[in-house]
């Protein structure tokens, strides 16, 4: 008797995944299966090949649901490992400004950037803030989008990051995305607040809330030059992680202060930014096992220079990629990001896509199998209309993504 297949995608011109299992990251290439197939069952891939192989043992026909792609790529869900997108308010006039020449520091120290979001941020309701959450879910998802990071940050005291995370919460069980929680209360310094006053507020005040709710999983902190040093960030991280909260951080954007080695010490999850890190900072992320997240769209947006991916490439350090959605760096697009990892930063379309993938999945400790098509990995999937997975990047400023696939149902189809 022939098996009920959930869905089953053939014919595709390409098939592309990341090679390697779980935990396994050193490999930065992708295997391409020509005239490829996926079949799914409960959500989870249970094969991945050829197309006459795949449909023999899986026929469509029997399928609950099938898809054609015929002159179309396969390739896995993208997982956004880096998001700021629950917030209120707006910042187009700061984007004017920078074109003029105001830098992130100027905007901020005008009382602009993170603090103006922050104002709008607390005078919204709890329903505004899901709502504006999902409308970002869902251009993330029509992107390809599978998998995202979200963090609170925008509300800077105990009431307000509780109502962030209560709308990434309320977000997440009403969208398909799979949304990934992050507390992050040292995403600044209140106006007219004492720096060691306000840690101590995030240390003894926020943080027991935000571990009491369980409303997250990972904890944050904006480790730079006039925001939070690295003694702070420290026992910031220290007293996330007592309470059960893994550390990620962001890390030399701005200055080169030893936040990687920081996250090297307290074994983050992931280091993000990094466009001021070092051969020695790369070094001792690759030997922590942090991975390192690039934002190649938040340099566009700065007019700044990008990481150098070639440096944590020559150190057989692979990155992960992310948006950095959020006012200051307004894309919700992974599709732009891979464009902007290789016209930007020199990756190549293999290592771009699977830092997007794969990669990414790894900077919020998702080993199973999230950000690849094999078997027994979820099935999540991004359907693109190009041959050839290396058109991702080659046709910038588009979407190419046309069908998208989470947990073996088709959620979005343009």
């Known amino acids: 008797m022939e098996r009920m297949t959930d869905l089953v995608v053939s014919d595709a011109a390409q098939v592309a995944t990341p090679t390697g299992s779980d935990g396994d990251n050193s490999n930065s290439g992708l295997e391409i299966i020509e005239n490829g197939a996926v079949a799914i069952e409960d959500g989870v891939v249970v094969a991945v090949g050829p197309t006459a192989d795949v449909t023999r043992a899986h026929p469509p026909e029997n399928a609950t ?9 396969v390739l896995p869900g993208f997982v956004d490992p880096h998001t700021h997108a629950v917030f209120a308010g707006d910042r187009v006039d700061e984007f004017t400004a920078k074109l003029a020449g105001a830098s992130y520091q100027d905007i901020l120290a005008e009382g602009g950037g993170i603090l103006r979001t922050v104002r709008s941020t607390r005078d919204a309701s709890r329903d505004e803030l899901v709502a504006n ?9 029509a992107h390809g989008t599978t998998t995202v ?4 940050g925008y509300g800077l005291d105990v009431e307000t990051e509780l109502k962030l995370l209560e709308a990434i919460d309320e977000a997440a069980d009403r969208h398909p995305i799979d949304v990934v929680p992050t507390f992050m209360g040292a995403h600044a310094v209140p106006k007219g607040a004492d720096t060691e006053e306000y840690v101590d507020r995030v240390i003894e ?13 990972f904890c944050d902190v904006f480790c730079e030059a006039g925001v939070f040093s690295v003694p702070q960030s420290r026992r910031i991280l220290a007293a996330g992680q ?13 200055e080169r202060l030893g936040g990687s080695q920081l996250a090297a010490d307290c074994g983050a999850t992931s280091a993000d930014h990094l466009l001021q890190a070092t051969d020695e900072d790369i070094a001792a992320l690759g030997e922590a096992g942090v991975t390192p997240v690039l934002l190649p769209g938040t340099a566009f947006s700065l007019g700044a220079a990008y990481a150098d991916a070639a440096a944590f490439e020559a150190a057989d350090v692979p990155v992960a990629l992310a948006t950095d959605f959020n006012p200051n760096c307004f894309s919700q697009s992974m599709e732009s990001v891979v464009e902007l990892a290789c016209n930007g930063m020199r990756m190549t379309p293999a290592a771009a896509i699977r830092g997007a993938t794969a990669t990414a999945a790894r900077a919020v400790d998702r080993t ?21 997975y290396q058109h991702i990047p080659y046709n910038f400023g588009v979407s190419n993504v046309r069908t998208v696939i989470k947990n073996g149902t088709v959620v979005h189809r343009d």
């Open 205 to 217: 005040e926020q943080l027991p809330a935000v571990a009491d709710a369980g409303l997250a999983e």
């Open 65 to 73: 649901e099938s898809v054609d792609a015929t002159g179309q790529t």
């Open 242 to 254: 007592e309470l059960g909260l893994t550390p990620k951080i962001h890390a030399e954007e701005f």
């Open 368 to 388: 199973d199998g999230t950000g690849t098509i094999r078997e027994g990995a979820p099935g999540d999937l991004a359907i693109a209309t190009v041959t050839n």
């Open 149 to 152: 990071e979200v963090k609170s």
């Open 133 to 141: 959450l999902l409308e970002n879910l869902d251009t993330m998802l």
